[in-house]
């Protein structure tokens, strides 16, 4: 389903009046001796179509639009010329092309009308309107029509024009025919065949009605640890997969799998008790052995999961597995078909919450176990079933009617892969949610704009830094560490490289994060005092150092906006010059987990929980398989411990902040942002929250099209 935003269609109107010729089509232009359907067009009769035995049928199911034209006429997919269709007579002399723009608020039949009239008659000169009304469709459906003259600016010839609109589902419809009026009046039986013919149906995507679908924008990656719950870097699948535990769109921690569970009195036992009616998409039911098999297979040496550790290292047993040492968890027990006994290695507060990360979700054995592309074909336990994949095109999620917790509102999910820039599909009506990138924020945070109606914005829990390498020279010296951070004008960064649209991290912590210090004394921008600290270091300044690599991801041997403007900064406040090096981005954070990068590179962190714990001992406690720059220090490693198992929520806070304050002193990684976020959303899908936290948000949507 693809069309021109609408702005840009207006422009091509006069072109579309020029591009045919009385004198055939152009010469890369072919029309087949037989109507043909073009690339996803369906030019036939169809269970969708009314067929009549006197004409053809062009139908449209993207669209939803259905149009006759005369037995001997000829169709070409216009897609290349910003339409649909067009229409051609057997002596190629009248041309009709069918083409659609998306509404913009308040806009109506006559309004758009006069808009379309306005920009087509644009290029012509002498125009005379013959005339200007509403007219009746032969569905009965109300259309405007305009008739006109005029001549062509590029040779003078003289055409006769009409321009048919009508408005459905979101969009306007519009056919505009011309020819020299001698072979349009010759024609015009067959123009009002084509014209009056347009009638509607709910549009088609993926063979789902356009309004029992949600419509999204998405990647693929050509790495299959992406889409393994057990290995996957990403917030994961939260449509095909789910756990023991999720969070509400107001983050709340709540059952998923488990429908409750019991702590001991020391806080190390966890007793979990299963839904009876959680379901593989299969039918097979959901058992506590499942959840063990799910864990063991995370754990175990062969997967080489990154996340386990960190995810579900707390529970006894687990990383002795992960290091080959033992061939099951201790930690774990089925007690029964439903109920799951999980032992920790002490007590910690915020243990449930890392069962909302992907690696604790559960999967199905004989599933796993089928092929190398299983994750193709998953036989999850979450609310939608992943039924349709074609690479790199689309995938089609069907709601999962057996769902333990019910059937969410929404039929089908559509994710379109890699099917082009976010907001213009966005605009086109194509996708129905989308990330807005800095580069439009001031556009659609304009309250003129009409876009405007639909944004979200928040702060994510989010910081972006760069990592020290600090087992690398020159970075295992702390104050060249705190020279290039010191060298970093975070505030022209953002005005420079992100138009503002982001607030300065001096610290780890995101604001909203509990534990964000507002008083936190970070690294200050600070040139001199700088070029001081480096030239202090035991390099003695910038002739001393050794040469740095500074590692990204990207194709090729070019720079980045981000990595340019640091570099440059280094280069002027420092005299530093660094290299760059690229890795392909589906490689990169396996290649950076693997040891393999220069001193520097770039990376960030996102909140898979709302606790400190989640970024400072993830990221920074000696050991830690998120720890890529390879820090280590013993009194934060101990102080780190302490908060772990604190019980008072005042005292584990500020443990934590007592933790910032030493990663900032020690400078491991430069602190650069904490993101904001800009989210469009179209005004049908209702539920919608935003949430700094990746959630299954899907499952608590419905759409909602009014009349």
Not at 327 to 345: F, M, N, P, R, Y
Request: proline fraction near 8%; charged fraction near 20%; include cysteine.
């Amino acid at each position: 389903m693809t069309t021109l935003p609408r702005k840009l269609i207006f422009l091509l109107l006069p072109f579309l009046l020029a591009c045919q010729l009385t004198a055939g089509l152009p010469d890369t232009t072919t029309i087949p001796d037989t109507p043909v359907a073009p690339d996803a067009l369906l030019i036939t009769e169809t269970p969708t179509a009314t067929a009549r035995p006197d004409a053809n049928t062009y139908n449209n199911p993207d669209y939803g639009v259905q149009v006759y034209y005369p037995l001997d006429w000829k169709t070409e997919d216009a897609s290349s010329d910003g339409g649909l269709t067009w229409f051609v007579n057997p002596d190629y002399d009248v041309y009709a092309v069918l083409y659609t723009v998306p509404l913009d608020p308040g806009d109506t039949l006559e309004s758009l009308a006069a808009e379309l009239k306005e920009q087509t008659f644009s290029d012509l000169s002498n125009v005379d309107v013959l005339s200007d009304e509403a007219i009746q469709l032969d569905s009965g459906q109300q259309a405007w029509q305009t008739l006109a003259t005029g001549h062509r600016s590029d040779d003078d010839l003289l055409l006769k024009i009409s321009l048919t609109t009508a408005i459905h589902g979101g969009h306007a419809f519009v056919v505009l025919a011309f020819g020299e009026p001698e072979f349009y009046d010759q024609a015009d039986t067959a123009l009002s065949l084509v014209v009056r013919s347009m009638q509607f149906e709910t549009p088609k995507i993926a063979n789902t009605p356009r309004d029992q679908a949600l419509i999204l924008l998405g990647g693929e990656s050509t790495n299959p640890r992406s889409y393994d719950p057990a290995t996957t870097h990403s917030s994961g699948d939260k449509l095909a997969f789910s756990g023991l535990v999720s969070f509400d769109p107001q983050l709340n921690l709540v059952p998923e799998l488990a429908e409750s569970w019991e702590i001991s009195a020391d806080g190390t036992v966890y007793t979990f008790h299963l839904r009876q009616n959680a379901r593989f998409h299969d039918g097979k039911p959901v058992t506590a052995q499942d959840v063990v098999y799910s864990w063991e297979r995370a754990a175990s040496p062969g997967i080489q999961s990154d996340t386990v550790l960190t995810y579900l290292g707390d529970i006894l047993g687990v990383r002795e597995m992960n290091a080959g040492q033992a061939e099951h968890i201790a930690g774990l027990k089925a007690l029964d078909e439903h109920t799951l006994q999980v032992t920790i290695d002490a007590p910690k507060p915020y243990f449930l919450l890392k069962l909302t990360y992907p690696t604790a979700f559960v999967v199905d054995q004989a599933n796993v176990e089928s092929g190398p592309e299983w994750y193709r074909t998953p036989n999850g336990t979450g609310p939608y079933k992943l039924t349709e994949w074609k690479r790199f095109e689309v995938m089609v999620y069907e709601r999962n009617e057996d769902f333990y917790l019910g059937p969410p509102a929404i039929p089908t999910i559509i994710v379109q892969l890699f099917s082009g820039v976010g907001l213009r599909l966005y605009e086109s009506g194509e996708i129905d949610m989308t990330a807005v990138y800095s580069y439009a924020v001031p556009r659609v945070s304009d309250p003129e704009e009409p876009l405007h109606n639909d944004l979200h914005t928040g702060v994510n829990l989010c910081t972006g830094y760069v990592v020290f390498d600090v087992t690398q020279p020159p970075f295992d010296d702390v104050k060249v560490r705190q020279a290039f951070s010191m060298a970093f004008d975070r505030q022209r960064y953002i005005d420079v490289v992100l138009s503002g649209n982001a607030l300065p991290a001096h610290g780890l912590y995101p604001p909203g994060l509990p534990g964000f210090n507002i008083d936190l004394q970070g690294l200050p921008y600070d040139p001199e005092r700088a070029r001081q600290l480096l030239a202090e270091s035991k390099y003695g300044g910038p002739d001393g150092l050794p040469p740095i690599v500074y590692t990204d991801a990207g194709i090729g041997n070019d720079a980045g906006h981000s990595v340019a403007a640091m570099a440059q900064m280094w280069e002027q406040n420092l005299g530093v010059s660094i290299t760059i090096e690229n890795i392909e981005p589906d490689r990169y954070i396996d290649e950076i987990y693997a040891g393999h990068h220069g001193q520097l590179f770039k990376t960030g962190w996102c909140a898979d929980y709302p606790d400190p714990e989640n970024f400072a001992d993830i990221l920074f406690h000696t050991g830690s398989p998120q720890n890529n720059g390879n820090y280590s220090n013993p009194a934060l490693d101990a102080l780190l411990e302490q908060a772990r198992v604190e019980q008072d929520v005042s005292k584990r806070i500020a443990l934590y902040q007592q933790a910032e304050q030493i990663i900032v002193d020690d400078a491991p990684v430069l602190f650069t942002v904490h993101n904001l976020s800009y989210v469009l959303v179209k005004p049908y899908v209702k539920g919608y929250v935003w949430t700094p936290i990746d959630i299954p948000l899907e499952r608590y949507l419905w759409l909602d099209w009014g009349e």
